[in-house]
Each structure stands twice: as structure tokens, then as C-alpha cells.
């Protein structure tokens, strides 16, 4: 069993292959899949925003939950299942159901619909926590769920469990993270936002990255490069990559379709197909991202 302690490093959010007809394509999640587990990457999370997870039916969910684990048993990596349910009671039950399917770890996203109280948002934080013993992220995204979440009282969460890692993906997380290690300074922090401040987060004490899948291997550079010291190496590398995440993420539904197209101009998914509503590329979008697969040869 995976501890908190060893959640770290590059761990992507899966995206879902869909069908021109806008069905799953388990067929081409297989193959993502084994494309990511040849990455080099430390983790998989399944079911985050990245994914789509709003757009799925239930039956769908458990299917894919399945596959997710089956296929990736014994790779070595960690295989982590987010639980998004707005209900406590219903986001118990599905934590521990992913738990007893296999999954090595949970990423937890608040509640925010019709904007529950502090009080209920600690509940439903504690509750989940309470109801399995592997490591959950605790997922802290303001920009997309409109929830504030002071550093003071995550690390009460950090305090109270220590199986808890938190996820920290406010813009910008900096100041923030630091805020919240100097209150619980044993805590394990991930950020994702696509990775947009991963040299400043692993700085400041972060202990890895959680970005989109399509273009992983450049994530995992830029990761060992900080590992083995050479810091300024990872800083070049990183401001390489800096200019495109930070137009592409611009919007959630963006940057979404743009690492689905990346993924099928790859030829590593069939096709692009993200379930609506959702986001039109441009011409300008595809030479862009064409010249993107070009320039860090992917």
C-alpha cells in the first residue's frame, strides 16, 4: 500500500478517449494507458477535470474505473481515482468502492454546488478521509469550482490526517503553498494548472506536478532535471514549455481539446472527440499545435 509520503513526482490526469460518436473508446484508452505507463511518470489520477468527469454516466465511470486499474497493475506507477460527488454520503460510498477495486490512492474534489458552508465542506473532506486508509489528494482548484479554502484551514486537514496530500492548484499557488507548509510543514503538496508554476511549487516546497497526459515526457524532464539538481536546466526547459500551457490554459475546455488533439495527432487515440459542450479549435490552434509536436519532438 502506497503511503502520502510516496505520492510524488509527475502524476498526469488521464484523459478519455471518446469515438466520433461521442462513446467511449475503451480501445484507445488502452493504448493511452501503455503510452503513459512508457513515460517515465511517478502516478496516473483518473477522473479529473482533465477527464471529462462531469460527461460521464455512472455505468460508464465503474467501467472505465475498472480498466484504469486492470491495466495498469504492475507498472509501477500509482493509480489514483477521483471522487467528485457532490453528496458526502454518496462520495463515501464511492471512495470506498474505488478502494476496495484496487485503486493505490484517491483525489477528492470539495463540493461547491449551490455553495455549501465551511462547516460542510470540512465534513464532507473529513468524512472521505475517514472512510478509506489510502493516500487521498485533496483537491484545491478555486478557479473552476468558485470555492475559497483559506491555507489555515487545510492545514487543520493536513493536522487531523496524515494520510491527506493536497493538491494546490490556485493561480498562482506560490504564496499560498508556502503559507500552508510553513502551518503544516510535514504535508505533501502536488499543483497542477497544467504545470504552470512547477519550478517555483518544487522551490517552494512541492513535491510534484499533476498536468495533463498529452505531452507527459516533457513534464518527467523537467522533473529529473530537479531531481538530479541541475535546477536551472529544468527552469530552461520549463520556460520552453511556458508560453503554449499558459495560452492553452486560458479556459478548462481548452486546453482539454488541445491535449485530446495532441494525443490523436500522435496517433495515440483515435480521435479528438471531446463530449460537448466544449471548445473549437482554430486553424491557427492546429498549425499551433502541430508546430508544438514539431519544436519538442514528440
Not at 118 to 127: D, E, L, R, T, Y
Not at 212 to 218: A, H
Request: hydrophobic residues 40%; aromatic residues 10%.
Amino acid at each position: 500500500m502506497y503511503s502520502s509520503s510516496q505520492i510524488c513526482g509527475v502524476n498526469p490526469i488521464a484523459a478519455l478517449p471518446f469515438t466520433a460518436q461521442g462513446e467511449p473508446d475503451y480501445a484507445s484508452v488502452d493504448r493511452l494507458l501503455g503510452h503513459l505507463a512508457d513515460t517515465g511518470i511517478q502516478g496516473l489520477t483518473l477522473f479529473g477535470i482533465a477527464s471529462e468527469f462531469p460527461k460521464l454516466e455512472d455505468s460508464e465511470r465503474l467501467r472505465l474505473a475498472d480498466q484504469f486499474i486492470s491495466t495498469l497493475s504492475g507498472s509501477g506507477i500509482f493509480r489514483a481515482l477521483s471522487v467528485t460527488d457532490h453528496s458526502t454520503e454518496v462520495a463515501v460510498k464511492r471512495a470506498r468502492d474505488y478502494q476496495k477495486r484496487g485503486a493505490d490512492a484517491l483525489m477528492l474534489l470539495p463540493p461547491f454546488f449551490l455553495q455549501p458552508d465551511n462547516a460542510a465542506i470540512s465534513h464532507h473532506i473529513f468524512s472521505v478521509l475517514e472512510a478509506v486508509e489510502i493516500p487521498v489528494m485533496v483537491q484545491y482548484a478555486p478557479g473552476e469550482t468558485g470555492l475559497s479554502i483559506t491555507p489555515e484551514k487545510l492545514s487543520e486537514v493536513a493536522r487531523r490526517y496524515p494520510h491527506a496530500v493536497f493538491k494546490i492548484e490556485c493561480n498562482p499557488p506560490v504564496d499560498y503553498t508556502r503559507e500552508f507548509l510553513q502551518r503544516a510543514p510535514k504535508a505533501c503538496v502536488l499543483n497542477g494548472y497544467a504545470g504552470l508554476y512547477m519550478p517555483e511549487m518544487l522551490s517552494a516546497g512541492g513535491k510534484g506536478v499533476m498536468p495533463g497526459c498529452s505531452f507527459s515526457e516533457i513534464y518527467v524532464q523537467i522533473y529529473r532535471l530537479w531531481q538530479a539538481g541541475e535546477h536551472d536546466q529544468a527552469r530552461a526547459l520549463h520556460a520552453r514549455l511556458l508560453p503554449w500551457i499558459r495560452r492553452w490554459m486560458t479556459h478548462c475546455e481548452y486546453i482539454i481539446q488541445v491535449e485530446k488533439t495532441i494525443l490523436h495527432k500522435r496517433g495515440i487515440i483515435a480521435t479528438d472527440y471531446c463530449r460537448h459542450p466544449g471548445w473549437t479549435l482554430t486553424a491557427e490552434d492546429h498549425q499551433s499545435i502541430d508546430t508544438f509536436i514539431s519544436t519538442f519532438s514528440l
